[in-house]
Each structure stands twice: as structure tokens, then as C-alpha cells.
């Protein structure tokens, strides 16, 4: 058996399953030496990856951290394609109208940013998404700075009807996304 590629974890903790991260980094780094016949691998598919839980996994936070750096190397490989093939002024343009859509949905009165779940279930602590809101709107309106680790590392408590999970997550990825679309250094 070959030696772990990221710590482990013991006790009681749970990471990752090694073979299920192998196998994906595998995949990942064929797609970016365009070996032939390597699966397609694009940078969204990076950030949506989830891996089974074990005892004796992979460090979550290691695996985590390599899987960001990944993901930053091929959205900069797309980022080059598109830009040669549409032009830099598309690409911009692009960007921007994102940028701008979610400036708007995040621009919503707090505690209204995002559907809630109904009072028998959980969603995601409405004050701590709408803080992570306000910090978005000020980094798309006046520059202020947050980096892509920190909208990747936005982690919520929850609570009963707070905000839809998939809502507030599929908004932070098109964050990410824009981040990555005009940022040539991360």
C-alpha cells in the first residue's frame, strides 16, 4: 500500500475516503495534462465534489485546501480559453453582468436575501449568511477585500426556517466564480 497523500484523521474524526479522493485527484490531473482519453474536468466540478466520510480519511481541511488550488489552475486555464476565444472585452462583459446579478439578489433587505425553509425544518442561520451578504456587497461595490478562501470557507450554523441551503451556496458559487473569471492571481 502506497503512503497517504494527505494526513489522516484517527479517533473519532471522520475525513475523507482516500480511494474516492485518489481516484477524482487522478482525474483531475489527467484532464489538466490533456492526457488522451482523460475525462473532462472543468473548475465547477472541483468546487461540487463531495467525497464519502470515514474514520481513518483524509484530512478534510488538507484535502480542502489542495482541492481550492486545483480549482484555481483550471478556472485560470478557462479563463485563457475563453478570453482567446471570445475576446477579453466578451469575458469582462461576462463577468460584470454576474457580478451584477448577484450585487442585486444580495442587495435585498436582510432576513429576505434568500427563500426560507418552513418551520419544521433547518436551513442556514439567517444573520450569519446576511453578514457574509453584507461583506459581498461591500467587496462588489467598493472594493473591499475578500478573498475566494474566504467565500469557499463560508460555513453556516443552522437554524429553523432560515435560509435554503442550495440557494445561499449556489449564490457563493457564482461568487467564486466571478472572483476566479477576473482575478489572474489569487
Known sequence: ???????????????????????????????????????TV?????????FPLVKEGYSIS????ALGRIEDAFAARERDAAMRREGARVWVDNAREAAEEI??????????RFARTSALTYGYRVDEVDIVADKLVAFLERGHLVTVE?????AFRMQR?????????????AVVDVMLAVSPTR
Do not use: C, N, W
Open 150 to 154: 474566504q467565500v469557499r470557507a463560508a
Open 103 to 112: 450585487l442585486q439578489h444580495l442587495s435585498r433587505p436582510a432576513k429576505q
Open 42 to 50: 472543468t473548475s465547477q466540478a472541483i468546487r461540487e465534489v463531495a
Open 1 to 39: 500500500m502506497s503512503a497517504a497523500v494527505f494526513p489522516l484523521t484517527s479517533g473519532r474524526e471522520k475525513g475523507y475516503e482516500q480511494r474516492a479522493v485518489d481516484a477524482f485527484l487522478a482525474q483531475a490531473r489527467a484532464a489538466f495534462e490533456r492526457r488522451e482519453g482523460a475525462p
Open 161 to 173: 426556517r432560515g435560509y435554503r441551503e442550495e440557494q445561499v451556496d449556489a449564490l457563493l458559487d
Open 62 to 65: 488538507h484535502v480542502d485546501g
